[in-house]
């Protein structure tokens, strides 16, 4: 096997931005949908998604050569897993997360140079305002956002396959977004009741999921603000990609208020998030960790950078599972 020359190796970096807008553009333009209606040529597609017949042939001809699309204009182009992905009736459809990518995450990364300089979100630099602003201003930007992550949360269905919740009762999703995580842990335990809290602008779409996912009377919606205070007696606490939000200081506050509220020293504290390791040799996760400082001015952590936030408000590592995409499950018991 010939070596990737350092030549090669700096131009497939420098280029992988043009992939993710390529994949952007079909997510924009609906090919995988119209491909999965039978339009299957150049200038089928180009007639649904009103556009250039050229752009469309240099555009498949790529996303062919990717793998996004198989076949050809001569023989007809066909989905493969990963269009199949993009389609926007998909059970488990990641069309949202390329929208979003591509639009604002895109937009934001613009900014990288700005970042690392300030250790600012380029976000900010980008868009003029936090994006927690953003996402409380821009009607459309809440769900979108929502979406985009749920299309990111495969990994979610592994934290009940490594976490026991048969000795729960209750389970509190502090700030659960659209409310996935929660149902996902409800469908899998018919026993338990959940709590999901979070802002006010965020209910309505986590209303709307856990509605049609949980059979009614098994959870509950309330509003609220995880930094001030955290309902009180959950048997286990749930915190999906919080923490890599803020410094350790609000994360301390935050955890304080988590140890606060479990009224038994058998509750437990969920944690999901991307851990990077010592080493620093997984990609994924020093990726996200750069996109983070780029967002809202986050980080991913160490195992000793998660252990001394959860010092710092009175609990514990007690164990760790390895999910989907380099992702962890900490679980966190009182001190």
Known sequence: MTQQTPARTVVDIATGTWRTQALYAATVLRLPDHVAAGHTTSAALAAEADAAPDGIIRLMRLLTALDVFAGDDRTGYRLTPVSQLLRSDEPGSMRDMCLMYGEEFHRA???????????????????GKTLHEYLAEEPEA????LSAMNAGSVFFSDVPAVYDFSGCKTVTDLAGGSGLLLSTVLRANPGL??????????????????????????????AGDIFESVPSGSDAYLLSRILQDWEDDDCITLLSNVRRAMTSTAARLLIVERMIPDGGSAVLPLLYDLHLLMMAGGRERTPAGYASILDGAGLRVESVHELALETSLLVAAPR
């Open 109 to 127: 990364w613009g900014s990288a140079a700005t970042a690392i300089r300030t250790g600012h979100a380029g976000f900010e630099d980008a868009f």
């Open 142 to 145: 809440g769900p979108k956002f």
């Open 193 to 222: 009741h959940g709590v999901l809290l979070d802002r006010e602008h965020m209910l309505t779409v986590a209303e709307a999921h856990l509605s049609s996912t949980v059979e009614p009377g098994r959870y509950e919606v309330v």
